[in-house]
């Protein structure tokens, strides 16, 4: 007889990031705080998180990741929560790690060998968590989505956030998923106020 799973019975695991001391593009001054208050929330409500990665870098990044995908089991809820900066090629999404590059320095032919080899692609993530069959994803990006194309008058249009919207993107998808973006494509995450927390992350709480 097939065993029978309940909200209570499954492990919820979460994975909490938040980069904000950037060494080559501008600093974040709420990411730190955004990812140690959902940590907070998050044991409250009984999830099994991993230590929190603030200002991490790709080979950091990486490792903490890998062991991440690892622990997961089959009919787990999984939550992964990102704060930082992010970039969308075409109709791929990156996370910025503390360590990523001056993006100019890299030919416009060049950059999507450039993001996968110096950010982090969240397809990847969801691909591999997904191959564990958990029960469900939750997956939770609190960052920019600047944007670019290979096309150079669609990519002039993507960094105007007025006119984004008029260029087409795939959307991620994976089954059994929930993927929330705190802004639309080709928007940027406003981190000047003199708030604590990030709008996304002050109604998450």
């Known amino acids: 007889m097939a065993a029978k799973f309940t909200s209570e019975s499954r492990r919820k695991l979460a994975l909490v990031i938040g980069i904000g001391d950037y ?15 959902l940590s907070s ?27 991440f995908e690892e ?3 089959s009919n787990d809820i999984v939550l992964f929560y990102f704060a930082g900066h992010g970039v969308q090629w ?5 996370l910025l790690p503390k360590d990523f ?10 950059k999507a060998e450039f993001l996968n080899k110096n950010a982090i692609n969240v397809q990847d993530i969801l691909n591999k968590l997904s191959d564990r069959k958990p029960y469900v994803i939750i997956l939770l990006l609190d960052c920019s989505r600047q944007h670019f194309l290979r ?16 260029v087409e993107l795939t959307a991620m998808h994976k089954a059994d998923s929930l993927i929330a973006f705190s802004c639309a494509p080709g928007a940027l995450v406003d981190d000047r106020s003199e708030e604590q927390n990030s709008l996304f992350m002050k109604h998450l709480l």
Do not use: G, W
């Open 90 to 94: 075409e109709d791929q999404n990156y």
């Open 41 to 67: 929330l998050l044991q409250r409500i009984r999830f099994t998180t991993a230590d929190q990665q603030l200002d991490t870098t790709r080979s950091q990044l990486k490792h903490v990741l890998v062991d």
């Open 151 to 166: 096309n150079i008058d669609l990519n002039k249009r993507a960094l105007n956030a007025n006119e984004s919207r008029s």
């Open 71 to 73: 622990s997961v089991q």
């Open 101 to 110: 590059p001056d993006m100019d320095a890299a030919d416009a032919k060049e």
């Open 23 to 37: 060494e080559n593009v501008r600093k974040l001054k709420n990411p730190q705080n955004d990812a140690k208050a």
